[in-house]
């Protein structure tokens, strides 16, 4: 049974297209897997239909007038292609938007109370949360107390993070983590984020532009090109075919 | 398939800037002028001119000159009544005091003065953003009605403080008739559109709309925003100035302040967000959707309903049925009936494909 479960992708897309406003194809036809406690990345260069994809599982993309006509999103085997965004956290995927989006008003402890209350914790089961973030963001609690809206370019990529994961997610969508952000910097991010996926069993779906970097830590790779899935592979794999790295990685 | 671009190809710098670039766009408007100007006159009467149509227009042309303002640079304003009773107070002076002033020239000094009147309760723009700036410009509807009314020199000294607006002869020809008064309006609308059709497709429409979308990054190329926002209020205020010459000459044939309260202002303010902020277009269907559906429920019901239903309480189910429709259509399209026509025309485009 327990064996069963573990085959089961945590998300599956069935050749998704994606359109906005009805009229402007943005994905075309992206089908891809995440294996259940595994970091899978999703590179291309701009406008290749990264965001727009992560923004279709989430639901995120109705916002924007966008909707998915074809294919289906599955999240632990259920349909969620029309889920509503709150119910997905709820059920334990969260995204992380491409550029932070940190409330700056509030401190950055508060930052991270805002992602745990949509399960209604105990003070007790807070606390607990918060010292976990704290752990594998130890930057973070020494500026508890400081505005979000103060803290670095780097230190509030950590606090979008550690905000998804107050929600105690399976699976985390992450939106260019690396943007804008010293190299050293990316560096510990990532170091995080595969600490987290090793102890907690987080899986994660980033996308991003800094191909080197993702592949270091990803499991598994799918390069998409004007809204399809142009190659996929095991990280070794996509590291290993030449025309891709010249074509697409710029490694 | 017959709104298509193709084989349209433009060989110079100018054909291309044109404000209508497709035969479609210019076929379009040709027909459209063509009924407003020949067909209407002879199919509508007195009362549509006066009732329906002339006052359509006019919330039209105001709408366009909020729209400058609010759509295209980004300031709210909530003193459009105010510089719209400005334009036709000076314009009934000048009129006036000036002997054998021309009609059409009292007008255009009518809007300058709101212009002017225009740049300096823009002023506060210069450090306020926002709804701060939306009450600050209250100021405006407040002040101005109280100089109006208190000062009885602009009413040339008329014990009600109300004026009866002189016959509009222009060029020795008498445009007094519902039909003469709606071709006036249509005429100067007409004109102005283009004007401001102009306008936005200009530098300084581009300045606007870069000062609106991010004030920041407009700085930083270059546009000083200080004089880009005082220029938005100017040219607004003398779109409004004209619009309110043409209600009081042309709509209401009388010149008195109280066709001008806060009431109008946000007449005109939901004009633009139902028809659409940013597009001239959505002036004229916010102020159709303003000015002819409730004429159009109270039509429908009093034939329908007359006598079913008690006629206060048909009032009252008119009004109801109204907002309902407001919150509608603002749900469906929150970017005002504009949008839907951007979206039915690029879909036009593309047909019968989908993409």
Redesign the interface.
């Known amino acids: 049974m327990s064996t069963e479960l573990s085959n089961v992708p945590i998300l599956q897309l069935q050749s998704i297209e994606v ?1 906005y ?5 943005a994905v075309k036809d992206v089908s891809l897997s995440v294996a259940a406690n595994s970091i899978v990345a999703l590179l291309g260069a701009n406008g290749a239909g990264k965001s727009t994809t992560l923004k279709a599982i989430s639901g995120l993309a109705a916002a924007q007038r966008g909707e998915v006509v074809r294919g289906r999103v599955l999240y632990q085997g259920d349909d969620i292609t029309q889920a509503n965004p709150a119910a997905l956290v709820q059920g334990g995927l969260v995204q992380v938007l491409e550029g932070r989006h940190c409330f700056a008003h509030l401190g950055v402890e508060e930052n991270l109370i805002t992602g745990a209350l949509i399960k209604r914790p105990t003070a007790s089961v807070l606390k607990q949360q918060l010292e976990r973030i704290y752990h594998y963001f130890p930057r973070l609690k020494k500026l508890r107390k400081n505005l979000a809206g103060y803290a670095s370019g780097g230190e509030q990529q950590m606090v979008a993070i550690g905000r998804a994961l107050m929600a105690e997610p399976k699976l985390v969508l992450l939106d260019e983590p690396s943007m804008g952000l010293a190299p050293l910097v990316v560096e510990e991010i990532f170091d995080i984020i595969g600490n987290l996926n090793q102890q907690q069993g987080v899986s994660f779906l980033l996308a991003e532009q800094n191909a080197s970097i993702a592949l270091k830590y990803a499991h598994h790779g799918y390069v998409i090109e004007n809204g399809r899935v142009a190659a996929h592979g095991t990280t070794q794999e996509l590291k290993a075919r030449s025309d891709l790295q010249a074509l697409y990685l710029g490694i | 398939m017959l709104y298509r671009e193709s084989g349209q190809f433009v060989t110079s710098y100018r054909a291309d800037q044109r404000v209508f670039r497709l035969w479609q766009e210019r076929w379009g408007l040709a027909l459209l002028l063509a009924v407003a100007f020949v067909m209407v006159p002879f199919i509508a009467n007195d009362y549509w001119f006066s009732a329906i149509l002339i006052p359509f227009l006019v919330l039209s042309l105001a709408g366009l000159g909020l729209n400058l303002l609010t759509g295209y640079a980004g300031q709210l304003s909530l003193g459009s009544a105010a510089f719209m009773a400005v334009g036709a107070f000076a314009a009934y002076n000048f009129h006036l005091r000036i002997e054998g002033m021309p009609f059409l020239l009292s007008f255009v000094f009518g809007g300058l003065a709101a212009a002017g009147v225009g740049v300096i309760f823009g002023l506060p723009s210069l450090r306020i953003k926002g709804f701060y700036l939306l009450v600050s410009t209250l100021a405006a509807q407040f002040f101005v009605q109280w100089v109006l009314t208190n000062f009885s020199w602009f009413s040339n000294n008329s014990s009600s403080g109300v004026i009866t607006a002189p016959q509009l002869i222009i060029a020795g020809h008498d445009f007094s008739t519902p039909l003469g008064r709606y071709l006036l309006t249509l005429g100067i609308v007409a004109a102005l559109t283009v004007l401001a059709l102009s306008i936005v497709r200009s530098a300084l429409g581009r300045n606007w709309m870069a000062v609106r979308d991010m004030d920041t990054a407009a700085a930083v190329i270059g546009i000083s925003i200080a004089r880009t926002k005082l220029v938005a209020f100017a040219v607004s205020s003398f779109f409004l100035g004209i619009a309110g010459s043409l209600w009081a000459f042309t709509y209401l044939g009388t010149v008195e302040p109280h066709g001008f309260d806060l009431t109008r202002s946000f007449q005109i303010l939901f004009i633009i967000i139902i028809g659409g902020l940013g597009s001239v277009l959505g002036n004229f269907l916010g102020a159709a959707f303003i000015v002819l559906l409730p004429i159009l429920l109270s039509n429908i019901s009093n034939n329908l309903l007359a006598g079913a239903i008690d006629p206060g309480q048909l009032e009252n189910i008119q009004k109801i049925i109204f907002g309902a429709l407001i919150i509608f259509f603002l749900i469906k399209e929150p970017d005002g009936l504009a949008r839907i026509w951007q979206s039915l025309k690029r879909r036009a485009r593309v047909w019968p494909l989908r993409f």
Do not use: A, G, H, R
């Not at chain 1, 406003?21 to 194809?25: G, Q």
């Open positions: 359109v406003e009805k009229v402007i194809l």
